[in-house]
């Protein structure tokens, strides 16, 4: 089995882009995901896209057509939806593909557009992502059942909205040097704990924002990469997906996130590699305890201390295992469809030291990605490796 | 590289289900195909799904977790979207990951609910199959996509509605004994040409029908088949998949589907058969001029000649070879996420000798599926063979 690697990543800067097309968006990260890699558009054999609302919030399904023409490659395309988890699963998919041998060279990544929905809009189409008959019109969004994740972490583990704020505290820090971030403004410890109430116990500091962007890999396999000259020197050693059921009421938990614990469990053994090896890691931190959840459920923290880490420094920049040097969901912001992808473009560049927080992380060898679809019902994980 | 079987089939009826829930439908699916199957849920490794607009019909997106647990499946689970070969690609995913060794045993299938949209809701939800910008907003519909596509063709080729009509009489015909058909009425040559025009030169009865329904399929490698006494006659050999530009206006030409020919040229090639092996074909006959597109993109007839394949008789029921046995999408109905996998089932019916149809084709070992998106921007095509 051919090791994949990462030739060339792309990303748009994450935010506000009313006056841009979602194919207007892909083709730039497109773009420069080619420049990175060097690799030619003639040898991509498959694209994989992740998009999630293409239908409520620009009217647009069967995108990956669109997206083929957008990034002009000439190949069998697919879009991947699994909530928030799109583009991973993409990339998921990218990967087996690359190492199964059904294409030397795949494009994946995603691409969403949100702000040109109002909030209303946005938080209705974010709710598909939900159990439309036993949650929806029941009332619940996505705000809502996140918090209601959080109460039962703080009832089962104890903990509070100043531990939750040091991780919002922490990811806008992170994201100030990030040149595709949304919000490059600090925000305090005090300043997240006085915004104002979204759901109990989650304020507005501990969501992350509505936004629209594109992220684009270029995966090859190593024989290719070697073939071809082409500078790739991260593989992806790891891939893990993992399915819970959908309603939260279905749930005998809901402090804990056994589909990315599973997930978690397949990538690590897939990589050969546990959750002591990993130095830096990027995870789905919509809000901020689906932050505290990921870091347990990739066993980085044991349950019920995953709501310290950020307040007693483990995750942070100069912590022993940095999470979010990106920003995060919270402070890059969250395309839903492309944040998948955009999670291993920024491990890539923290890894290969061309991020702008490669500096916290000299040594790094292992990274991992983490991407949550819904209230984690869908998730998958990636182990990053370098490889020379 | 194992050899994929397909181990269990199970289809609702297609038609119209304003009672049911999708959820339902599918594990009504699911339930068909494991009995069919004789394989334990628990040996299930993967999920695939399709579903085109249940974030418009449904208020319903990250639909995978759902069926899973609709189907009492716990493993990974992904959803397909690539409009109407959602489920297309789905089943092609499995094979792949079978092949892969990733997993020995996968569901694939797809729903799609549509009759609880009054018409103009489906018109609108289908068209997000087209390309909003350049075609749907300037007014195409998919009945006007279509027959622009037929009027290309006559232009080109020749041929007349009459032709057309001989194409709708034949799945007519073929649906009569097909116990999941959503219309079991036969349709004369002559009623078909004085059904109502719908956008000149196709009139109703050159369209399908809106429909709900579902497909399942458990595929299996022929090692578990083997080691489990499974008993699965009929393999996957060969899968491809075309991608074309999405609007028409973007393409050289319109009387004929590059994306099927590539998606066909992969399967056979895969397959190591050609059009002339092929036995038994379910086509992808959204409209009358799409079969005459795909009997030609599959290598049936000759550029201009597949217009008069059902009237000559060579796809009829006692042709050489028969196409649309079920009653195709035309008369046995297109829930548009479940019909790859509807039309995987059928062929296997077919082949194993216990469709109603089979009579038709008593020594028929190979069959070839083929499932477009769009106006064909999506194609994916399979071949099955009687492996024992």
Do not use: W
């Amino acid at each position: 089995m051919t090791e994949v690697r990462v030739a060339g990543v792309g990303l748009t800067r994450f935010g506000s882009h009313p006056e841009r097309t979602g194919r207007d968006l892909f083709a730039e990260a497109a773009d420069r995901a080619f420049a990175d890699a060097g690799v030619e558009r003639d040898d991509v054999g498959e694209l994989n896209y992740g998009n999630f609302m293409g239908a409520l919030a620009e009217h647009q399904g069967h995108q990956a057509p669109l997206m083929a023409e957008a990034a002009a490659v000439r190949c069998p395309a697919t879009r991947y939806e699994s909530a928030c988890a799109s583009a991973g699963v993409a990339v998921r998919e990218a990967v087996r593909t690359v190492r199964s041998g059904e294409a030397d060279v795949v494009l994946a990544g995603g691409m969403e557009r949100m702000t040109n929905l109002d909030t209303e809009g946005a938080t209705e189409g974010l709710a598909i992502a939900a159990d439309d008959l036993f949650e929806v019109r029941a009332g619940v969004t996505f705000p809502g059942a996140y918090a209601l994740m959080a109460r039962a972490y703080f009832e089962a583990h104890g903990g509070d909205r100043e531990d939750l704020a040091h991780v919002a505290s922490k990811n806008h820090e992170n994201a100030l040097p990030n040149e595709y971030a949304q919000f490059r403004t600090a925000v305090s410890v005090e300043e997240a704990l006085d915004s104002p109430p979204v759901a109990e116990p989650l304020h507005l500091y501990d969501a992350c924002p509505i936004t629209d962007g594109a992220s684009a890999l270029v995966l090859v396999s190593e024989e290719y990469a070697a073939e071809n000259d082409v500078d790739a020197p991260v593989a992806v050693t790891g891939t893990g997906q993992g399915t819970d059921r959908m309603a939260l009421a279905d749930r005998a938990d809901l402090a804990s996130t056994p589909a990315a614990a599973d997930a978690a469990t397949a990538a690590y053994d897939d990589a050969g590699v546990g959750p002591a090896d990993v130095d830096v890691a990027e995870v789905h931190d919509c809000f901020t305890i689906a932050e505290v959840l990921a870091v347990e459920s990739l066993g980085f923290a044991e349950p019920g201390e995953g709501i310290a880490a950020a307040r007693d420094g483990l995750t942070t920049a100069d912590g022993d295992l940095p999470v979010n040097l990106s920003g995060g969901l919270k402070a890059k912001g969250h395309p839903v469809g492309a944040t998948g992808g955009s999670q291993i473009a920024e491990l890539t560049r923290l890894l290969r030291g061309d991020h702008p927080n490669s500096e916290h992380v000299p040594d790094a060898d292992v990274g991992v990605a983490h991407n949550a679809g819904g209230t984690v019902a869908s998730a998958v994980v990636h182990v990053l490796e370098v490889a020379e």
